[in-house]
């Protein structure tokens, strides 16, 4: 990747609604919007209304504005700009905002999870030495089409090319079999066990399951009670052991926070002592980078799969992949995006022939 103009001739939606005459309206609640709203006001974008599923609205504000139902918009204004506020996982939502992109220009910015900033061109810029590293290191052309595609779509907010780099989670890219030693940080539930299980035959050596939520820990440790050979662990990871504050944001949510209640933090090196592993998932809110510095040991000395979430910083897509290189440079680099709007389901994986059981 050595032609940095071809992204920068693109035209951002932040460009694009910067320089629209039409009415911009965001759709959806919650803490996208209030993103928005914010990077609204920083880039001065002006927003005519918030609006929500026609039935999702009960007379309701939200942060001092109405919401309003699409249909009534589509009623009174010609024509008008959206813009997406929220993920959509499901076909369903996504069929319903492919439906809606037909009839209106939309944008879904590619906002991150965690943390401040967005990928503009100025932050493309600034870091395109890194992300055409990374872009070399890759292994194959699906990753490097998803990771072009990716850019695009950072710059764009277009859903087009983020569609252009879907894989199916079905593909078992790192070849899963019968005997991993499996580390699943982030277990929630037990909803990634149960993927790993479908995907192994049941089969597997042992398995570690980390989750800090102790509701989501009750529920993980009902849903994998039957399982032999697995071991639970209640605490957040990070880059060493101790302890830090977490503030509950409900479902898979919980994050750092001064006013957030203590827990137990582990690191991958700990929990493992001297044995290995053969696989690690991490998909842990913004905290990827911590874990695999947590991880150090096991990854140069075992050089296990790896999984990994690089979507929850706006730096993750090209930070993580070569933190793992540097450490393990035995290691070839895949990316694949599944499909999710925005481009939250973006994994990194890593695989060595190199891996100790």
Known sequence: MTDINKFLSLDSYIEVLKSTSDPIFIYGMGDGCLKLLKIFNEYGIPSAGIFASDEFVRDKTFEGHKIHRLSD??????????????????????????????????????????????????????????????????????????????????????????????????????????????????????????????????????????????????????????LPGIKLINAAIGAEDGVTRVLKGGGRKIRRSDDGIEIEVRSVDSILGNSGCSYIKMDIEGEEKSALLGAEETIKKCSPKLNIAIYHRVGDLFELPLLVHKMNPSYKLYIRHYPYYPAWDTNLFALSEQICN
């Open 73 to 226: 918009i589509e009623d009174q204004v010609e024509k008008f700009t959206i813009v997406l506020a929220f993920g959509a996982g499901y076909q369903e939502l996504r069929d319903k905002i492919d439906s809606i992109e037909k009839k209106h220009l939309l944008f879904v910015p590619d906002m991150p999870v965690i943390g401040d900033g967005l990928f503009t061109k100025k932050y493309l810029r600034e870091n395109f030495d890194k992300i055409s590293e990374v872009y070399e290191l890759l292994s194959d052309e699906q990753s490097k089409l998803c990771y072009e595609k990716l850019i695009e779509y950072k710059i764009t907010g277009l859903l087009e090319p983020l569609r252009a780099c879907e894989s199916s989670p079905k593909e078992n890219i790192l070849g899963l079999g019968s005997d991993e030693i499996y580390v699943d940080l982030g277990a929630y539930t037990g909803d990634t066990i149960s993927g790993f299980l479908e995907t192994t035959g049941g089969n597997y050596k042992a398995i570690y399951a980390v989750e800090p939520d102790k509701r989501n820990f009750r529920k993980l440790s009902e849903n994998t009670a039957s």
